[in-house]
C-alpha cells in the first residue's frame, strides 16, 4: 500500500511538472457554440450564403489552418472579437470529424 | 516624294521597335508556355497521388481509435462474513427439530469474519473503436475490448460474488483475459426513407451510459442510462429523431429490444431437460433534451422472463463441492464449470429520470433517480428465487447403519421460494465535476436501497458495480489532462453495503449486520465496507 501511495504520488508530481510545461490556453468550447449558432449559423447551413458547415465538415488540423491564416471573408468575421474567433475556433476544434464523438446509437 | 521618304524613314525606324516588340511577346509566350507546361506537370502529378489518397482511403474502409487505461487499485475489505454452508450431519435444535443448518449451540449460524487487503491489483483495458460508413446514411460502428488483470488470462474467477461470473452480459467490466471481446458491434441506418426515423441492430452501445461518462473523463459512451442499464447485450433499437420536429435539440425517442438470455440453444435442449423461458427486454429510452449544456433522459423498460442465473462460466470453491470431491483435488486446483440459468423466478420493471448540466465555466453536476421493482413468480433455482431464498427441503439417509432413513443428509432446493412479494428498489446518484488546477476535480455519491435491481454489472470498478451496490457509495477523484489526449487520474471509492447481493436478482437481500451476528444465513461471503483507492493513466489514440 505504502509502495502504491509512493508510486502515485511520484507520478502526479510528474505530470503536475509536465503539464506546467506544456500548458497553453485555449478557448471556451461552450461560448464557442453559442457565438457559432449566433453568428456562423445564418450564412452556414444548409441553403445558406457560405454554404452548409457543421464542426464535423473539417478535422482539426484543416480548422486550425483556416483560423490562423484567417481564410474567411472579411465580412462575415467583422463583427467577432479575437476572444470569440477563439473560442469558435476551440468549439469547431473540440468537435471536429477526427475529435472524439458521444457515442451512441442513431 | 518627301512623303515617301518620310513614310520609308518611318518603317525603317518603326521595324526594329516592332521587331523588339515582337521578340518581347515570344520571349512571354514562350515563358509562359513553359510555365503552363510545368504547371501540367504538377497537376498531372497532385492527380496520381489524389488517385493514391483516394484509393486508400476507399480501401481503408474502417477508421480505428481507441484508447489504453492502465489502473492500479488497492483494496481494503472490512469486515468479510463467511458463513459455514449446510451440513450432511443432523444437529438437534431446541425443541427436538432436526436442521440441516451449521449452527452454534446459541442458534446462530456458524461464521466467522476477517479483513481482507488487496494492496495493489493492476488492470489494462484496450478499447479500439471501429467505424465504417456502409452507404449515405447507414454506417457501423463496434468496439473490441480487453480488459484484464496482470499476470491472468485463465478467463475465469472463483465463485465469490455474482461479479466472478465470466458472462456475456459483463464481458466488458469484468477482467477475463487477453481476448479481444466485441463489446459493441451494431449499424445505424439513419433517415429511412427521408424520415427521421432510424434503425439500429446489433451488440449494443449499452455500457458508460450517463452520468458515468464524468468519472470516465470521456463524452457520453452509451445510449442507456448508466444509473440503470450498463450491461453488453444484442437488440435493437428504432428511434425517432423528435426534435427535429418539436425545436428541443438532440430530443430522440428510442424502442429497445434485447435478448439477454437464450434457454434453448447451446443449454443441452436435446436432452430435454430445459424449463427455463428465453429471457426478453425492451423499453424505452428517451433524450428529452440534450443541447450541450442541459441533458435530460427518461428511460423505463422491463426484463420478462428472468432466468436464476445468466449462462457463463466460473471456477467453484471447493467448500461447494461435496466434501469427497471437495477433498479429492489438490490445492490450488478448481472445477471450471459452465452455468445457465435453469428456472424462470420473475419479470422486472426499471425506470429512471436523469439530468446533467454541463456550465459555461466547465462546472459539470448532475443528479439522477432509478426505480426497480421485482415481480417473482414463486419458483427458485439452486440460488434462489427473485430477492428470495429457495426453500430448502431435508434430504433424509441412513448415517448411523441401523437401517432407518432418519439422518438429514443434506438440505435441496424445493424448486419454490421462501416468498413471492412484488419489491420495490430505488436508488439516487449526485455527483459534481469542477475545473482543478491542471484538470478536474469530482465528488460523486449513490445509495441503493435493499431491493435496489439495476442492469449495471458491466460497470468495470473492480469490486463491482458501485451502482449496483445495496448501501451508500462516495467517490472522489482528480483528473490531471496532461495533454489532450492523456489523463491521469487519482482517486477513492467508499462503499458502505447495507446489504448482501447487491447486483444480482437471485437469493433475498439480508442486512449484513444481521449476517455478522449470525441471524441471517449468506450463501456468499458478505462484505461490510470497502475501500478502493485507485491510480490511473489513460491514453486516446
Redo the contacts between chains.
Keep these: ?1 505504502k ?3 509512493r ?2 504520488l511520484f ?2 508530481l510528474a ?2 511538472i ?3 510545461a ?2 497553453s490556453e485555449g478557448g ?1 468550447p ?2 464557442g ?1 453559442h457565438l457559432y449558432k449566433k453568428n456562423c449559423k445564418t450564412c452556414h447551413a444548409s441553403g445558406g450564403e457560405g454554404g452548409l458547415v457543421t464542426p464535423m465538415t473539417k478535422t482539426q488540423a484543416q480548422w486550425d489552418r483556416i483560423f490562423k491564416k484567417k481564410k474567411h471573408n472579411e465580412d462575415g468575421w467583422k463583427n467577432l472579437s479575437d476572444k470569440d474567433l477563439k473560442d469558435i475556433q476551440q468549439f469547431l476544434f473540440d468537435h471536429a470529424a477526427d475529435s ?7 | 516624294m518627301q512623303k515617301i521618304f518620310y513614310l520609308i524613314m518611318a518603317t525603317l525606324l518603326a521595324l526594329p521597335m516592332t521587331a523588339f516588340a515582337m521578340n518581347q511577346e515570344d520571349a512571354m509566350m514562350s515563358e509562359l508556355q513553359k510555365q503552363i507546361q510545368e504547371l501540367s506537370g504538377e497537376l498531372e502529378e497532385l492527380s496520381d497521388r489524389l488517385d493514391d489518397a483516394e484509393r486508400h482511403s476507399t480501401l481503408d474502409r474502417i477508421e480505428l481509435t481507441g484508447d489504453l487505461r492502465v489502473k492500479a487499485d488497492s483494496l481494503h475489505y472490512n469486515k468479510v462474513t463467511v458463513v459455514e454452508p449446510p451440513i450432511t450431519t443432523p444437529v438437534a435444535l431446541p425443541g427436538g427439530q432436526m436442521d440441516g443448518w451449521n449452527l452454534n449451540p446459541d442458534g446462530t449460524f456458524k461464521r466467522h469474519t476477517s479483513t481482507l487487503n488487496n494492496d495493489v491489483l493492476y488492470t489494462t483495458r484496450l478499447r479500439l473503436n471501429m467505424k465504417a460508413r456502409i452507404w449515405d446514411n447507414v454506417k457501423f460502428n463496434g468496439r473490441l475490448l480487453m480488459y484484464k488483470n496482470w499476470g491472468d488470462s485463465s478467463g475465469t474467477k472463483v465463485f465469490d460474488s455474482w461479479d466472478s461470473f465470466t458472462m456475456d452480459g459483463t464481458s466488458s467490466g469484468n477482467t477475463t483475459d487477453d481476448t479481444l471481446h466485441v463489446e459493441r458491434a451494431f449499424f445505424d441506418w439513419s433517415n429511412i426513407n427521408g424520415s427521421n426515423f432510424y434503425l439500429s441492430i446489433g451488440r449494443r452501445p449499452s455500457t458508460y451510459g450517463p452520468p458515468t461518462q464524468y468519472r470516465e473523463n470521456e463524452l457520453r459512451g452509451g445510449t442507456p442510462s448508466g444509473h440503470l442499464v450498463n450491461f453488453n447485450f444484442d437488440g435493437i433499437t428504432a428511434g425517432y429523431k423528435l426534435g427535429e420536429l418539436t425545436g428541443w435539440e438532440g430530443q430522440t425517442v428510442r424502442f429497445c429490444y434485447g435478448q439477454g438470455f437464450e434457454s434453448e440453444y447451446g443449454n443441452g435442449e436435446l436432452w430435454g431437460e430445459i424449463s427455463a423461458k428465453d429471457t426478453h427486454l425492451g423499453g424505452f429510452n428517451i433524450d428529452v433534451l440534450n443541447d450541450g449544456t442541459n441533458f435530460i433522459q427518461l428511460t423505463a423498460f422491463r426484463a420478462q422472463d428472468i432466468s436464476d442465473g445468466f449462462k457463463g462460466t466460473m471456477a467453484i470453491p471447493s467448500s461447494f463441492l461435496p466434501p469427497d470431491l471437495g477433498s479429492a483435488l489438490l490445492p490450488g486446483f478448481n472445477l471450471e464449470s459452465r452455468y445457465f440459468g435453469t428456472t424462470t423466478i420473475g419479470n422486472l420493471n426499471l425506470a429512471g429520470i436523469g439530468y446533467a448540466r454541463e456550465e459555461d465555466n466547465g462546472l459539470v453536476w448532475f443528479g439522477s433517480f432509478g426505480w426497480t421493482q421485482t415481480d417473482p413468480n414463486g419458483e427458485s433455482g439452486m440460488f434462489g428465487g427473485m430477492l428470495s431464498d429457495a426453500k430448502l427441503d431435508p434430504v433424509l439417509g441412513d448415517t448411523t447403519g441401523d437401517g432407518n432413513v432418519d439422518s438429514i443428509v443434506g438440505m435441496i432446493p424445493s424448486g419454490s421460494s421462501m416468498e413471492d412479494k412484488t419489491r420495490d428498489g430505488y436508488s439516487v446518484y449526485i455527483g459534481l465535476q469542477t475545473p482543478a488546477p491542471f484538470g478536474k476535480f469530482g465528488l460523486e455519491y449513490n445509495y441503493g436501497s435493499k431491493y435496489w435491481m439495476p442492469f449495471t454489472q458491466a460497470q468495470d470498478d473492480v469490486v463491482g458495480s458501485k451502482l449496483a451496490t445495496r448501501g451508500h457509495v462516495g467517490e472522489a477523484y482528480y483528473v490531471i489532462d496532461i495533454n489532450p489526449r492523456m489523463f491521469l487520474k487519482v482517486g477513492a471509492i467508499y462503499y458502505d453495503y447495507e446489504y448482501t447481493g447487491s447486483g444480482s436478482p437471485v437469493g433475498k437481500p439480508k442486512k449484513v449486520k444481521d449476517v455478522q451476528d449470525g441471524k441471517a444465513y449468506s450463501m456468499l461471503p458478505a462484505i461490510d465496507e470497502i475501500w478502493d483507492f485507485n491510480a490511473s493513466l489513460t491514453m486516446r489514440f
Design positions: 500500500m509502495k502504491l501511495i508510486t502515485v507520478i502526479t505530470a503536475f509536465a503539464t506546467s506544456l500548458a471556451n461552450r461560448k457554440k472524439p464523438q458521444p457515442q451512441t446509437c442513431g
